[in-house]
């Protein structure tokens, strides 16, 4: 298996570069090889990380049950 390109943090609807400026291996159990370097988050990712959940959580329990159910059905067909 080919090596991942060096993957960057999910944060907000988007990909962006850790604050840190550190990253880390994930590496295969069964073969021991590298699968990727993924970028490491620090204080300020987290951070930022915790305030986007918190505005989506407050979108999410401001919809509908079935508004969330249609939502979930089309996560699955992903």
């Known amino acids: 298996m080919s090596r991942m390109a060096e993957q960057q943090l999910y944060i907000s609807g988007g990909y ?35 305030e986007s ?9 401001a919809m509908t049950a079935m508004e969330r159910s249609r939502i979930l059905r089309r996560a699955v067909d992903i």
């Open 53 to 61: 959940a918190k505005r989506g959580q407050k979108i999410w329990a």
């Open 16 to 50: 962006t570069s850790a604050t840190s400026g550190r990253t880390f291996e994930t590496i295969n159990p069964a073969n021991g090889e590298v699968l990727a370097t993924v970028q490491a988050a620090g204080r300020e990712d987290v951070d930022r990380a915790g």
